[in-house]
């Protein structure tokens, strides 16, 4: 009987350059690496010996592989799960500084090395080598908003109320809002000095009282030591709000708004604001002269008798009905924020908003305010910043000295004591608007010559100014 000769296939040789394209320097150094490395030693003996079948048969430095353990290949001294080359551990820190080196971010590096890559902790690590660089840090998105913080709701007229300035057609205007009536008042201001702020303050107040609280920015006229002896010498707390954190006191800026719409359409500013006092706000359904007087004011247009008589308004119904409205509008704006910002501890490095770019600095404490916190930069001086404009991070900076100068609002709204920091700096009341600027002077070149030789003559409608 004839045997038939069995036929075996010959042995594959694999070109392991070509699998691996690198340069054959690279190729050693993974190849020595991996040699050197003694739990890829250690896998690489598993997998010629044949996977046992249970985990506890296998070495300790081995059971992050096992899950996967039908991958490891090895392949001329190197190892692999499927296509992706195993990272032996003195090359892991160069690997993940070529992950980063492109900066973009945590899910994309992630993304990057996984197609490629692998190491047991590969993607724990690549997120700390993110959150620990600086220039990512320096150069991140702004925080989400936050859910809207209800404010107190007053139970009087002009219990609590709000102010702040603004220029509109070159004149500088001083605005107050109540927040129980909605009731505005504003006035035309000579300059913006401190001094003329509390006079025209005092004008109000003398003809419909002394608030109980006054919120405001921390504008010069505000943050003054003037402006901290008017608060004591009247009675009222003083309450500031983060610096560059116009939306903390949006019951002013949105009144700021409608007077300024007022100015710009109404031929006759004074007749405007008498409408707009004496026209019903939506949800109460009386005008802010009825919650504040509790009458209607006469205006151009005819009335009855009978509907300017004075008419009691139910200050408890009026104040239920305000936290409806403020908690519709809670619901509303909540709907398109993120969650709340954790809190921030003393001494943790951050970076805060600082002239429109992230700088870093140190928490020294939580200031009164809510999610208000105050911060020291790398110079020494400190800040106060709304949370929403500070990020916590992990990352080292270099020392960088700064030039800009602090805000340094008052810590505390009962108080009224600045908040004292460490180069000791008063505040610094803006220049009046009455000083003009001086006429710059227009320096003209003298005649130049070109590289083809022709000569530049300025032109004689210039020769009237100095060179």
Excluded at 42 to 71: C, H, M
Excluded at 185 to 195: C, G, P, R, V
Excluded at 266 to 276: E, M
Excluded at 442 to 448: A, F, K, L, N, Q
Aim: aromatic share 8%; hydrophobic share 30%; net charge positive.
């Amino acid at each position: 009987m004839n045997e038939t000769k069995e036929q075996l296939m010959p042995d594959i040789e694999i070109n392991s350059i070509s699998y691996l394209p690198m340069s054959p320097e690279q190729y050693e150094r993974f190849q020595q690496a991996t040699h050197d490395d003694p739990e890829l030693q250690t896998l690489q003996a598993v997998v010629k010996s044949g996977w046992p079948n249970t985990k506890d048969s296998i070495p300790n430095s081995t059971y992050p592989y096992w899950p996967f353990r039908d991958e490891i290949t090895c392949i001329d001294g190197l190892m692999f799960k499927g296509q992706k080359i195993i990272v032996p551990s003195t090359l892991r820190k160069e690997m993940l500084d070529r992950i980063h080196s492109s900066h973009l971010g945590t899910v994309k590096c992630k993304s990057r090395a996984r197609e490629t890559l692998y190491w047991p902790g590969m993607t724990s690590s690549i997120q700390e080598v993110v959150e620990r660089c600086s220039i990512c840090a320096l150069n991140s998105k702004s925080n989400p908003k936050e859910p809207m913080l209800e404010t107190e709701t007053p139970s009087r007229p002009w219990s609590i109320i709000s102010t702040n300035l603004f220029d509109f057609k070159g004149h500088s205007y001083l605005v107050c809002v109540d927040h129980f009536s909605k009731w505005p008042e504003f006035a035309k201001l000579e300059n913006q000095t401190s001094d003329n702020t509390i006079l025209h303050l005092k004008g109000i107040f003398s003809r419909i009282g002394i608030p109980d609280k006054l919120i405001s920015d921390n504008g010069p006229q505000f943050a003054s030591a003037n402006f901290r002896e008017f608060a004591k010498d009247y009675g009222f707390v003083h309450k500031t709000t983060s610096p560059h954190f116009p939306q903390a006191n949006g019951q002013i800026e949105r009144t700021v708004q409608t007077v300024k719409q007022l100015l710009r359409k109404s031929t006759d500013p004074y007749k405007a604001i008498l409408a707009y006092r004496n026209t019903a706000i939506d949800m109460l359904g009386k005008s802010p002269a009825q919650l504040f007087f509790n009458r209607r004011l006469k205006t151009d247009l005819p009335v009855a008798s009978p509907l300017l008589e004075p008419n009691s308004v139910g200050m408890q119904e009026v104040q239920e009905r305000l936290k409806t409205r403020k908690y519709q509008q809670k619901l509303y704006y909540d709907a398109h924020a993120g969650k709340e910002l954790r809190d921030l501890y003393p001494g943790e490095t951050t970076v805060m908003r600082h002239d429109n770019k992230w700088t870093p600095a140190v928490v020294v404490q939580q200031h009164s305010s809510p999610r208000s916190y105050i911060l020291q930069a790398q110079s020494g001086k400190r800040y106060r910043r709304n949370r929403r404009h500070i990020r916590p991070t992990s990352a080292t900076f270099p020392d960088k000295p700064e030039v800009d100068e602090p805000i340094l609002p008052p810590p505390s709204e009962k108080s009224n004591e600045p908040f004292q920091s460490n180069a000791g700096q008063t505040a610094i009341e803006k220049p009046s608007q009455e000083v003009e600027p001086s006429n710059p002077t227009i320096s003209v070149p003298s005649t130049t010559c070109t590289r083809s030789g022709r000569n530049v003559v300025c032109p004689s409608k210039f020769k009237d100014f100095v060179k």
